[in-house]
């Protein structure tokens, strides 16, 4: 009978350590897209805007009117910095979500590298075991033939 791999316990957890790290990492990249959609969202907004803005001005428009426009384009610039430092912080997030997830995978290889060792060196002392068995069964039955001539 084969005996079981001592560090199971660890090769769970490391097992588990992954999984989580790879969950967290597929939230950290939907959240770093989410983001990034958003900017985009908010640039188009200020061009279509600031395009508005152009043809407003070259009908004629108040001097109220114009420092509306402008107020309001200012506001969008803002919003889009603000985003902009969200999507840094996102990105970086991520980075760091990518090499916790590969420093996990890293650590599960190692002791999985050792979980196949351990199973092939278990299949080998069994396939010794095996065949001593089939060596005894053969010598017992030329024993056995032997002795009936």
Same mark, same amino acid.
């Given at each position: ?25 597929g939230q950290l990249l939907a959240a770093e897209q989410s983001n990034k959609s958003r900017l985009k969202l908010l640039e ?32 969008i610039d803002e919003a889009i910095e603000q985003q902009r430092q969200i999507v840094a912080g996102s990105e970086r997030e ?7 997830? /590969? %420093? !996990? ?10 979980? $196949?060792?351990?199973? #092939?060196? &278990? ?5 010794? /075991? %095996? !065949? ?10 030329? $024993?056995?033939?032997? #002795?009936? &001539?």
């Amino acid at each position: 009978m084969a005996k079981p791999f001592s560090l199971q316990p660890l090769l769970d957890l490391m097992q588990t350590r992954t999984d989580e790290a790879a969950r967290r990492l597929g939230q950290l990249l939907a959240a770093e897209q989410s983001n990034k959609s958003r900017l985009k969202l908010l640039e188009e907004y200020r061009e279509e805007y600031n395009q508005r803005f152009r043809e407003t001005s070259q009908a004629g428009m108040t001097p109220l009117a114009w420092r509306n426009f402008l107020d309001f384009l200012s506001r969008i610039d803002e919003a889009i910095e603000q985003q902009r430092q969200i999507v840094a912080g996102s990105e970086r997030e991520t980075t760091m979500g990518k090499n916790q997830w /590969r %420093e !996990q995978h890293k650590k599960l290889k190692a002791i999985d590298t050792l979980s $196949d060792r351990h199973e #092939a060196s &278990e299949r080998q002392l069994e396939g010794k /075991r %095996e !065949q001593k068995l089939l060596d005894e069964f053969s010598a017992r039955k030329k $024993d056995g033939g032997s #002795a009936e &001539e």
